[in-house]
C-alpha cells in the first residue's frame, strides 16, 4: 500500500480541526502506523507529525530503518522478554503497566521514558494497572530511574462518548495529581471526547491512513 503525501497532509489536518473543535491546545498528533508498510511513517513526517505509534515489537523491527526519523512510541501490550529488541528502537514506552516491565525497561536502558497504562474501564484485555494502584506504580518507575512523562489509557469498546469521558477524566486526574505532563488518551473514534477532557496526545492511525489491512499473527510474537 503507498499513501499520497496530499491526502494523508489533508486528513492530519482535518484532525486538528477535529481537536481544536473539542477545545484542544497544543495537542499532540501520535501517528499509529501499525498495520501499514514503512512507507506509512515516511509519509506521516512528511505530513508534519513528529512522532509514530507501534504496537507489536517484530512489526515495528521490520521497519526500524523508517522509524529511525520519527519518535518512536510504543503502545501495544509488552513482553518483558521483548524489551531487549526494542531499546535501540523505542524513544517512549507508553504501556508499562507492572514494576515487572519496568525493571526490565531500567535494566536495558536506563533513564528511558515511558507512560504508566491505568485501566479506566475494567474491560478484559484492555491492559493497564487497575486505577487504585497508578499512584504505587508511579512511585516504583520513578525510583528504579525512569523518566516518567505521564499517563496512557485506552476507552472504552461500549457505552459511548459518556462511558469514554468517565474513564478519560479518572486518568486526567491522576496525571494532575502525580504532576505529570502527558496524557495520552482518545484514538480515531472518541479523540473528541478524549481532548475535552484533558488529552495532550491524541494515538490516531485509520484517520490518516484509511482502513488498517488485515493482519496475519504472528506465531513467535504472542503479544500480537
Same mark, same amino acid.
Given at each position: ?7 494523508? #497532509? ?5 484532525? *486538528?480541526?477535529?481537536? *481544536? ?12 502506523? %501499525? ?15 513528529? #512522532?509514530?505509534?507501534? @504496537? ?5 523491527? #521490520?521497519?526500524?530503518?523508517? !522509524?529511525?526519523?520519527? /519518535?518512536? *512510541? ?6 518483558? @522478554? %521483548? ?16 514494576? %515487572? ?5 531500567? %535494566? ?14 475494567? /474491560? ?12 504505587? +506504580? ?7 530511574? +525512569? ?23 479518572? !486518568? ?11 496524557? #495520552? ?5 472518541? +479523540? ?28 513467535? @510474537?504472542?503479544?500480537?
Amino acid at each position: 500500500m503507498t499513501f499520497d503525501l496530499a491526502s494523508v #497532509s489533508e486528513a492530519l489536518a482535518h484532525v *486538528h480541526d477535529r481537536i *481544536h473543535s473539542a477545545g484542544g491546545v497544543d495537542v499532540e498528533v501520535l501517528a499509529v502506523t %501499525k498495520g501499514f508498510g514503512a512507507d506509512a511513517i515516511e509519509t506521516a513526517l512528511a505530513a508534519g507529525c513528529r #512522532s509514530i505509534g507501534e @504496537n507489536y515489537a517484530q512489526e515495528l523491527l #521490520s521497519k526500524r530503518d523508517a !522509524a529511525a526519523q520519527a /519518535e518512536v *512510541h510504543f503502545i501495544g501490550q509488552l513482553q518483558t @522478554n %521483548k524489551v531487549r529488541q526494542l531499546v535501540d528502537v523505542v524513544d517512549v514506552f507508553q504501556t508499562v503497566d507492572r514494576v %515487572k516491565l519496568a525493571r526490565e525497561i531500567a %535494566k536495558r536502558s536506563p533513564g528511558a521514558r515511558v507512560l504508566v497504562q491505568v485501566d479506566t474501564t475494567d /474491560e478484559p484485555g484492555k491492559g493497564g494497572c487497575p486505577i487504585g494502584q497508578v499512584d504505587q +506504580l508511579a512511585d516504583q518507575v520513578r525510583e528504579l530511574g +525512569l523518566v516518567l512523562d505521564g499517563l496512557m489509557t485506552v476507552g472504552p469498546t461500549e457505552g459511548g462518548p459518556a462511558a469514554a469521558a468517565r474513564g478519560f477524566r479518572r !486518568a486526567r486526574a491522576a496525571v494532575d495529581r502525580l504532576g505529570l505532563a502527558v496524557c #495520552s488518551m482518545g484514538m480515531t473514534a472518541d +479523540l473528541e471526547v478524549a481532548v475535552a477532557e484533558g488529552a495532550t496526545m491524541v494515538r490516531v492511525g485509520s484517520a490518516l491512513f484509511g482502513p488498517r489491512p488485515a493482519r496475519v499473527p504472528d506465531r513467535d @510474537n504472542p503479544e500480537g
